[in-house]
């Protein structure tokens, strides 16, 4: 009575036994199921996300054979398919190399205070320096002006007062 | 005895069962701290790259919509914030535009050294010169020039000078 009172609980253990590792086994496997699918969705959204073109990215060194780019811009200049403009981070003044008018590439050196110089290449070459600041008239013939007539093909000098009347030409 | 064989046979059924989930048991639990140990480091890895700013990163071509950066270069040209420069191969000639570093003022400078050299800045007005071949390396010599600039008054002005500075024709 004793040996089978024995052999039942024996039997009982090892039940319990092999029920808990059934369990614990089943609890593992769905835990691997489970990481398995986590780390699926990880490797796809980061491979979604490298490959995404329209995500930023943030580098302190960028080295590339070929950079290639609508704009280009740094804090005071920017770099544009048809123009470069730099800004001055001291003084009201600016560069601007622009062939947004394609009729009229142009170079203009502009302080707002003491003046412009503008190189201009439209029908003929014109290069002009105008004195004087943000007060003076925008439409303002330069003080010294270099072109050649698109019409006449003839090269002139012609230097005027702040006035824009002619004190000195050549020929 | 038939009972007794049963019992045996039974009994080492049920061990040999037990061992077998005790092995995929421990199996499965070694697999996992492996996973774990494998895919945290990689995972925490990645994502310290991706949102570390200090990173540098190398490619054969990078396109964007639009590049920021304080600084860009390539082998013979840069641009930052204050002066583009285009160098040509030799370093025997460059261009540049931009701000020159003291006075601050805006310039477009082409030089072909020592031969030549053209500035246009602004520099309290407007001004302009063209310079020739200069006395050549080591020597104080600007070379003849022709300068277009204004006097004190805004009263426009074009100077010619000699390699000497001396004023050789001017107008008005």
């Known amino acids: 009575m004793d040996e089978i009172a024995v052999d039942a609980r024996r ?38 996300w490298l490959a995404w073109p329209g995500k930023t990215l943030t580098s302190k060194l960028l080295t590339a054979r070929e950079i290639s780019a609508e704009s280009i811009v740094t804090p005071y200049a920017a770099l544009g398919p048809d123009e470069l403009l ?34 201009r290449l439209g029908d003929g070459p014109f290069l002009g320096l105008y004195a004087g600041g943000r007060s003076a008239d925008p439409d303002r013939p330069p003080q010294i002006e270099l072109s050649i007539d698109a019409n006449d093909s003839a090269p002139k000098i012609v230097m005027r007062d702040v006035n824009g009347r002619v004190i000195w030409h050549a020929p | 005895m038939d009972a007794l064989q049963e ?64 600084t860009y ?5 840069s641009l930052d914030d204050e002066r583009l420069r285009v160098s040509a191969r030799r370093d025997e000639s460059w261009i540049v535009v931009g701000y020159a570093s003291d ?57 010619l000078r000699d390699a000497f500075g001396e004023t050789v024709w001017q107008a008005p």
């Open chain 2, 73 to 77: 270069w390539s082998a013979r040209s």
């Open chain 1, 11 to 48: 039997w009982r253990d090892v039940n319990d036994r092999v029920n808990r590792l059934e369990a614990a086994n089943d609890q593992l496997k769905r835990r691997t199921l489970v990481a398995a699918g986590l780390n699926g969705l990880l490797l796809i959204g980061l491979a979604c």
């Open chain 1, 86 to 119: 730099l800004l001055s981070s001291f003084d009201p003044s600016s560069i601007r190399l622009s062939t947004a008018d394609p009729q009229h590439p142009s170079v203009t050196l502009q302080h707002d205070e003491h003046g412009r110089i503008v190189a």
């Open chain 2, 103 to 159: 006075p601050h003022v805006p310039e477009l400078r082409l030089t072909r050294y020592p031969y030549s050299q053209i500035d246009a800045m602004i520099l309290g007005s407007p001004f302009v010169r063209l310079s020739g071949r200069s006395g050549g390396l080591g020597t104080n010599r600007r070379g003849p020039t022709i300068e277009m600039r204004f006097a004190s008054d805004l009263s426009p002005q074009i100077v």
């Open chain 2, 7 to 70: 019992e045996t046979i039974d009994w080492q059924q049920v061990r040999a069962r037990v061992a077998r989930l005790e092995e995929a048991h421990g199996r499965l639990r070694s697999r996992g701290l492996l996973a774990l140990r494998v895919n945290v480091p990689i995972v925490v890895a990645i994502a310290c790259w991706l949102a570390w700013t200090g990173k540098s990163l190398t490619a054969e071509s990078v396109s964007a919509g639009r590049v920021g950066a304080s």
